[in-house]
């Protein structure tokens, strides 16, 4: 009798495991994703036809099913910068560039962002930056997210670096960084006086310009 | 790079004005592409057979001969194509692996044409996909071995000796090779047949032979005809002695030769007889000595020099060994059971067999392999009971195990090669792809002495710099961002670890490191080795070693006036480091002040005018230990 019992009471669980697994396997091939049209996409992005063309075909030839994950994103980043470490500043990136949140970065939202990046106006620019160092996109920039950022910069450098990275090194930018942003000392800088402040920044003005013809 | 991270690198390069508030520098001039950016089709021509694809697709892998500049060597005016005269069926496969960034090995090609077609279109095989990368890799290694087989049948054993070779090692050689020489054969048979004499020998004279007349008693034969026997034995252990002798002679390391094991089977044949010459006609010792003899049967071993087949199993069975331990532990732990059991079954059995429970193993060992002599049977009900479910289970814990150990001996030994193979793989692979890192950074850093930051326009700029694709530009300028938005730079793994140990030894105020961080900065637009010399003078966060200090007023050199030691005025020598960057020699030569070997103990030396133009060159490797403080004026 207790034989019985315990064969019937493995069946089910060995059922719901067959129904996992098929269910898992359906999750797995339904992630295709397929962009709008490219009228839509042109109209929305500054980019002309063609270029929309290039950099279609560029995403879908390394991401065939249309879609970025987080992990591809850090490895495809990572290659950029072999000597440190870019996985915390890319999953940063990530969010950013992930503007409906759902974990997956698909071409729309890579178009936009590569968009408001290269033929944005300045302030869209700005704009975006702020996005990034929003970590909890609540409106201010406070110090922590400010010293995550910086230290995850830092990270990107790696080791081997002249002068010897020291532990304060990003705390003392991220000093510098407020110095200079938060006019009314609170502790925060918000996205106006981020924009205005750099507004009157020539260096950052004058770096702007250089990266308009990337593509 | 690996697989289509070209692809990534304009959207890397934008995301990079995230950087832009942070910078604490103007960030540098992006490389202007002169060249058209627009996609257009490549038309590929492979022996009359026309492939098309995008130009993008080829520029993916900027290092092979498709993605670099090296297919314009190939490209044909009149048909405005790209003509290559190699085989149209593998280039099928090239061509997929810029397609989908994998390469696959065609099972059905050779494995030689497929290496030579890879290496001409500037591939590396270590890219193939997991999918085909073993099957690669097996047949790779048979076709090596085949071909290393065929080389040595070919040349070694039956080729003659170089005429100058040694007595010695013609020796060695007829000893390992015995086909090489008539003399060598024969002496290889001799052997063996005195082996084998000496092994049935050894048999024999223990057979009881007929009693001497006068006696009833029957006698061994080794006493009845003892003289014969040892006038044998003597032989044989003579022309073995000889033989070992010949061959400690001839090894070519000696030390090695007598650890082999075939040299220790050698020893252990021949010295009972040495020992037994030795040892008095004692009825103490005697005993002892019988128990030498034993060791004679060592001897058959000596046939495995003589058999192929025996090595093999010796090879085998040690590879096993973990199985077979195994094995054994399992039965050992039964064996135990077992018979602690029966020992408890049969305790109160009078006159019983089972005395103690080490004599019970004997038991459960003869129930469990199901030899079941008898001369140990239970008496109790629960003995029998016990004693039936032992040979029930001896058969389980035996009779399975051993068809598994039967078919392990082939999967293990495959699975270990496959294993060492693999391993070998990784470790490639792993050194490979750390390899292929430092290549990108050593390729930045090389870019950065070359001079490629400069703000240059076309003519001034050198060769090698011209000559980078526009790939790599785009990312040295990336990388470039980067230092300027954290003020700090890319170095290799040999500098960093030069300035661990100078800055080990001690540190200095906070103000003196954030003056030799600007200065460390401003200075970038120079070489590398000057850069190295001026800020190992100028970098005041190194302290004092050896106790050699040499109080260093470079930039004072420059101007003739002395100038109060401020940032800006730091900032404005810097930037007559920067105006002599042209003349690199001579900025090399008006920032290096030697230090000579016998140094003063002095705190402060004088400041030493070096004059402009004199050139003193001093190995950058001497810096390393040089330390110098910056004065304070």
């Known amino acids: ?215 | 790079m690996a697989a289509g991270v070209a692809t990534w690198l304009p959207f890397a390069r934008a995301a990079a004005v995230g950087w832009l508030p942070l910078a604490k520098k103007t960030m540098p001039k992006p490389p202007v592409d002169k060249k058209s950016r627009s996609d257009e089709i490549l038309f590929v021509n492979v022996s009359g057979l026309r492939f098309q694809t995008w130009k993008n697709t080829l520029d993916r892998y900027p290092d092979t001969l498709l993605g670099s500049s090296e297919k314009e060597f190939f490209y044909n005016e009149d048909t405005q194509e790209y003509f290559f005269d190699r085989d149209p069926e593998m280039f099928r496969h090239i061509l997929n692996f810029y397609r989908t960034g994998k390469l696959h090995y065609p099972r059905h090609e050779c494995i030689q044409a497929f290496d030579e077609e890879l290496a001409f279109y500037g591939i590396v095989p270590e890219i193939i996909g997991d999918c085909c990368m073993e099957e690669y890799r097996d047949r790779k290694k048979e076709n090596q071995e085949r071909l290393a087989e065929d080389t040595e049948a070919g040349e070694a054993t039956d080729a003659p000796l170089p005429p100058d070779s040694t007595a010695r090692e013609r020796l060695w050689r007829a000893f390992e090779n015995p086909h090489t020489s008539t003399m060598a054969l024969v002496f290889y048979y001799v052997t063996g047949f005195f082996i084998a004499v000496s092994v049935i020998a050894n048999v024999v004279e223990t057979v009881p032979c007929r009693p001497l007349k006068g006696s009833t008693k029957d006698l061994p034969c080794g006493e009845k005809y003892s003289l014969a026997f040892f006038c044998m034995d003597t032989a044989c252990v003579l022309i073995f002695t000889f033989e070992y002798l010949m061959r400690l002679f001839a090894a070519p390391s000696r030390c090695k030769f007598m650890r082999s094991v075939m040299s220790v089977i050698d020893v252990v044949a021949i010295m009972p007889y040495y020992i037994g010459l030795v040892m008095p006609e004692n009825e103490d010792v005697s005993g002892a000595f019988v128990t030498l003899r034993v060791f004679r049967v060592f001897r058959i071993f000596k046939f495995s020099r003589h058999s192929q087949g025996l090595r093999i199993l010796g090879y085998t069975l040690k590879s096993c060994a973990s199985e077979l331990g195994f094995l054994l532990f399992s039965l050992t732990m039964a064996i135990i059971i077992f018979a602690t059991v029966m020992f408890y079954a049969e305790k109160g059995t009078k006159g019983t067999n089972f005395t103690s429970i080490p004599a019970s193993f004997w038991y459960t060992i003869v129930t469990m392999t199901t030899l079941g002599y008898g001369d140990m049977v239970p008496n109790t009900i629960a003995g029998k009971i016990f004693g039936s479910i032992c040979s029930l289970s001896g058969v389980l814990v035996i009779a399975l195990p051993v068809p598994v150990i039967v078919s392990n001996f082939s999967r293990i030994y495959h699975q270990n090669q496959r294993a060492d193979k693999m391993r070998a793989q990784q470790k490639v692979r792993l050194a490979r792809i750390r390899m292929a890192k430092k290549g990108t950074t050593n390729a930045f850093l090389q870019y950065k002495e070359d001079g490629g930051l400069q703000d240059h326009d076309g003519d001034n700029s050198a060769l090698c710099v011209k000559n980078r694709s526009s790939f790599e530009h785009q990312h040295h300028h990336l990388l470039h961002c980067l230092e300027k938005t954290t003020n700090h730079e890319f170095t290799d793994e040999l500098t960093y670890s030069e300035m661990c140990m100078t800055e080990s030894v001690g540190y200095r105020t906070s103000r003196s490191t954030s003056l030799s961080s600007q200065q460390g900065v401003a200075t970038s637009c120079c070489p590398r080795r000057a850069k190295r010399r001026a800020i190992r003078l100028a970098n005041s966060t190194v302290s004092v070693s050896r106790g050699s200090v040499q109080e260093l007023d470079t930039l004072q050199i420059q101007k003739c006036s002395a100038r109060p030691q401020s940032r800006s005025s730091l900032n404005a020598r810097t930037e007559d480091l920067k105006l002599n960057c042209e003349d690199r020699d001579f900025t090399a030569a008006i920032i290096s002040i030697p230090t000579p070997p016998a140094n003063t103990p002095d705190e402060s030396l004088p400041p030493s005018p070096a004059m402009p133009g004199i050139l003193r060159n001093s190995r950058s490797g001497s810096y390393a230990h040089e330390t110098v403080k910056i004065s304070s004026l």
Not at chain 1, 15 to 29: A, G, I, P
Not at chain 1, 57 to 69: A, H, I, T, Y
Not at chain 1, 141 to 165: F, H, R, S
């Open chain 1, 1 to 215: 009798m207790g034989a019985l019992m315990v064969i019937f009471s493995v069946q089910p669980k060995q059922r719901r495991k067959r129904q996992d697994s098929v269910e898992d396997e359906l999750e797995l091939s339904a992630v295709r994703h397929r962009p709008e049209g490219l009228e839509q996409l042109e109209a929305q992005t500054r980019f002309s036809r063609k270029e929309l063309q290039i950099l279609y075909r560029g995403f879908k030839n390394e991401c065939p099913s249309g879609v970025v994950n987080e992990d591809t994103f850090k490895d495809i980043y990572s290659q950029f910068f072999p000597q440190g470490d870019a996985s915390t500043y890319a999953h940063f990136l990530f969010n950013a560039f992930d503007t409906d949140h759902n974990g997956s970065v698909s071409f729309e939202d890579f178009v936009m962002g590569l968009s408001i990046l290269l033929r944005g106006s300045v302030q869209e620019k700005l704009n975006w930056a702020f996005n990034l160092y929003d970590i909890n996109k609540d409106g201010y920039i406070t110090k922590e997210e400010m010293l995550d950022i910086m230290k995850a910069i830092y990270d990107m450098m790696g080791k081997c670096t002249y002068p010897i990275l020291k532990e304060e090194t990003p705390r003392q930018h991220v000093e510098i960084f407020f110095q200079k942003m938060d006019k009314n000392k609170d502790g925060v800088v918000t996205i106006d006086e981020f924009i205005d402040c750099c507004q009157n920044d020539e260096n950052i003005m004058r770096s702007m310009q250089l990266f308009e013809n990337v593509i």
